[in-house]
C-alpha cells in the first residue's frame, strides 16, 4: 500500500504555469507507475498524464500534449506535473495515483490522493 499527498495547487491566470507535487509514503514509489487525473465540478475524473516506474516512458492525454510534463525523483519518492500555457479548461481538482504499470483507465488504480485545485481564471 501507498499514501499519496498532493501540493503545489493554487489559482493562476491563463497562460501562467503551475508545478504539482506528489509524495509517496509507504512501499517505495520506485515499485509503481504514477499517474496523473483531474476532475472539473460536474464531471468524470480524466486522465492527464503516466509515467513508468523508471521515468522513462510517459504518456499524456491529447488535451495537455505539449502544455503538462510528469516527472519523477525517486530518491524522494515525489512525482511532480509542471503545467504550462494554462487555459480555463484545466480547472479541476487533480489527483495523484499509482499503480503496478501505466494505465490510463481510472478503474486501474487503486491508490489515490486527496487531490489539489487548480483555478485558471481567463
Known amino acids: 500500500q501507498v499514501q499519496l499527498v498532493e501540493s503545489g495547487g493554487g489559482l493562476v491566470q491563463a497562460g501562467g504555469s503551475l508545478r504539482l507535487s506528489c509524495a509517496a509514503s509507504g512501499r517505495t514509489s520506485s515499485s509503481y507507475a504514477m499517474g496523473w487525473f483531474r476532475q472539473a465540478p460536474g464531471k468524470e475524473r480524466e486522465f492527464v498524464a503516466a509515467?513508468?516506474?523508471?521515468?522513462?516512458?510517459?504518456d499524456y492525454a491529447d488535451s495537455v500534449k505539449g502544455r503538462f510534463t510528469i516527472s519523477r525523483d525517486n530518491a524522494k519518492n515525489t512525482v511532480y506535473l509542471q503545467m504550462n500555457t494554462l487555459k480555463p479548461e484545466d480547472t479541476a481538482v487533480y489527483y495523484c495515483?499509482?499503480?503496478?504499470?501505466?494505465?490510463?483507465?481510472?478503474?486501474?488504480?487503486?491508490?489515490w490522493g486527496q487531490g489539489t485545485q487548480v483555478t485558471v481564471s481567463s
Open positions: 509515467i513508468s516506474r523508471s521515468g522513462v516512458i510517459a
Open positions: 495515483t499509482a499503480r503496478t504499470g501505466i494505465s490510463r483507465s481510472t478503474s486501474d488504480y487503486k491508490n
